[in-house]
């Protein structure tokens, strides 16, 4: 079964501020997530990446299969992205088809 | 597209009172995920189905926990006998794809059903 574990658990930050949101997990996968989740449950799918990086708007999502390591990257944060930031994983090896979630990161972003 | 829908959105209840949740995917999804989330913790893998297929169950869900899809499109997950313990947010989430995760789609995500035991 694999392990995700994301750093740092809470993050406050001024807005403006480059934030830096990391994910690693412990064996191979197919595909990693980053998603976003606001107050009340709703979450949103940011990135889905196995290899290399992307980008959208002031988000950047990287990958290093390599290292079993991914960061979420958001350049000049503003207070609506004030949010919990999930990396799940879908493991390669088979078994369920399901994602494997970290506990999430809780960012606030001040004004 | 109207995105995945779960109903209800909050649901109260007494312990040991069967609840029943519905979620209805993204209609041209083929495979539709439950999860379940408690305070604090991420998300948790519970069942997945393929079409009306059930091909995964997690060893979370026990046998007071059974989800149908019949006609592949909606789905119920029913908890009877609840408990304490199953107080959570349970999330739906649908996705396009073939066979079994040989390809990657991303999870589309309902707002999800807070079940609180009284």
């Known amino acids: 079964k694999n392990e995700v574990e994301q750093s740092p658990q809470n993050l406050t930050a001024q807005e403006g501020e480059f934030i830096t949101i990391n994910c690693s997990y412990s064996?191979?996968?197919?595909?990693l997530h980053w998603l976003q989740q606001h107050p009340g449950g709703g979450i949103v799918s940011l990135f889905m990446l196995s290899s290399g990086k992307k980008k959208h708007g002031r988000l950047i999502a990287t990958i290093n299969i390599q290292e079993k390591h991914s960061s979420l990257h958001i350049t000049a944060s503003h207070p609506r992205d004030s949010a919990v930031y999930i990396c799940?994983?879908?493991?390669?090896?088979?078994?369920?088809?399901?994602?494997?979630f970290g506990k999430g990161t809780h960012l606030i972003i001040q004004p | 597209d109207t995105g995945v829908s779960q109903n209800p959105r909050h649901k109260i209840t007494k312990r040991g009172q069967n609840v029943t949740f519905r979620c209805d995917p993204i209609?041209?999804?083929?495979?539709l995920y439950w999860y379940r989330q408690t305070l604090g913790q991420g998300p948790e893998f519970l069942t997945y189905?393929?079409?009306?297929?059930?091909?995964?169950k997690s060893r979370l869900l026990s046998d007071r926990f059974s989800a149908e899809r019949p006609k592949g499109s909606f789905s119920t997950l029913e908890i009877q006998r609840t408990e304490q313990g199953d107080s959570a947010m349970y999330l739906c989430a649908s996705s396009l794809g073939n066979y079994r995760g040989r390809d990657n789609q991303p999870q589309h995500f309902g707002d999800g059903t807070r079940l609180s035991i009284l």
């Open positions: 189905f393929q079409n009306e297929a059930q091909l995964e």
């Open positions: 064996v191979g996968i197919s595909a």
């Open positions: 799940a994983v879908k493991d390669s090896g088979g078994g369920a088809d399901g994602l494997t």
């Open positions: 209609s041209e999804h083929n495979r």
